[in-house]
C-alpha cells in the first residue's frame, strides 16, 4: 500500500493477556517508530528502529514491553501481561532516515485492556 | 521535567482568517521543531519543520515562526479552510547523534474553522 499500515485497528483484551501490534510500513522508508497517545495527549515515542535494530528503546516503559523488525521492514509491538493503563493508540510511523522528523504515521491500533 | 505545552487548547476561527497557533517549549538543547495536524481518527500528518538556525519559514499556506530568545513555536495558517480543523502538536528534538523521529509532543490545540 502507499502508506503505513497497522493491524489490527481495535484489540480489546483482558488484563493479564498478551497482545501484538502488526505494522507495516511505507516500503523503502528505513526507519520504523513506535509512539502510543492516551486519551487528550500528544504521541509519546516508545521505540526506534533502523534497519533491522532497536537503535532507540528508551521510551518503553518497561519490560513488559517489546518489539522486533527482524527483515527491516514490518515490526511487530509485544505486549506482556497486559494492564489496564496499557489502554491507548499505538502508533506506527516511518521514515526516510534518521535525519528527519518528517514521519508518515499509520491510523494506529486502539488498544482496549479490560 | 522538560516538555513542549501549548497556550491554547482550543482556537475557533472564521472560514478565511487567518489561524495563529502557539507553543511553548522548555528544553533549551532542542534544535529541530516539527509541527503535525491530527485529523479525529487518524495518525499525525507532517506539516512543516524548522531548524534552531532558522527563524521562520513557509510552506503552502503555512508559516512557522521560531523565536528562541523566550523559546517559543507559533504556527500560522493563511485564509483557514474547514478541512483545517484539527489538532495541531507541536514537537520538538534534542537528540543529538540519535534519531530526529524521537520527538517530544506538546498536548495539542484543538482547531474549529467556522463557516
Known amino acids: 500500500g502507499a502508506g503505513v499500515s497497522q493491524t489490527p485497528s481495535n484489540k480489546v483484551t483482558e488484563k493479564g493477556k498478551y497482545v501484538e501490534l502488526r505494522c507495516d510500513p511505507i516500503s523503502g522508508h528505513t526507519a520504523l517508530y513506535w509512539y502510543r497517545q492516551s486519551l487528550g495527549q500528544g504521541p509519546e515515542f516508545l521505540i526506534y528502529?533502523?534497519?533491522?535494530?532497536?537503535?532507540?528503546d528508551s521510551g518503553l516503559p518497561n519490560d513488559r514491553f517489546f518489539a522486533v523488525r527482524p527483515e527491516g521492514s514490518v515490526s511487530t509491538l509485544k505486549i506482556q501481561r497486559t494492564e489496564r493503563g496499557d489502554s491507548a493508540v499505538y502508533l506506527c510511523?516511518?521514515?526516510?532516515?534518521?535525519?528527519?522528523?518528517?514521519?508518515?504515521f499509520g491510523e494506529g491500533s486502539r488498544l482496549t485492556v479490560l | 521535567g522538560e516538555s513542549v505545552g501549548l497556550h491554547l487548547p482550543t482556537l475557533s476561527v472564521q472560514e478565511g482568517d487567518n489561524s495563529i497557533i502557539n507553543c511553548a517549549y522548555s528544553n533549551s538543547a532542542s534544535d529541530y521543531f516539527i509541527w503535525y495536524k491530527q485529523e479525529s481518527g487518524k495518525g499525525p500528518q507532517f506539516i512543516i519543520d524548522?531548524?534552531?538556525?532558522?527563524d521562520k519559514r513557509q510552506g503552502q499556506r503555512v508559516t512557522v515562526l521560531l523565536n528562541k530568545t523566550v523559546k517559543h513555536l507559533s504556527l500560522q495558517i493563511a485564509a483557514t479552510q474547514p478541512g483545517d480543523s484539527a489538532v495541531y502538536f507541536c514537537?520538538?528534538?534534542?537528540?543529538?547523534?540519535?534519531?530526529?523521529?524521537?520527538?517530544?509532543f506538546g498536548k495539542g490545540t484543538k482547531l474549529s474553522v467556522k463557516p
Open positions: 524548522i531548524r534552531s538556525n532558522m
Open positions: 510511523a516511518s521514515s526516510r532516515g534518521r535525519h528527519t522528523g518528517e514521519l508518515f
Open positions: 514537537a520538538e528534538n534534542a537528540n543529538y547523534g540519535g534519531s530526529q523521529g524521537n520527538l517530544i
Open positions: 528502529f533502523q534497519g533491522t535494530g532497536a537503535a532507540d
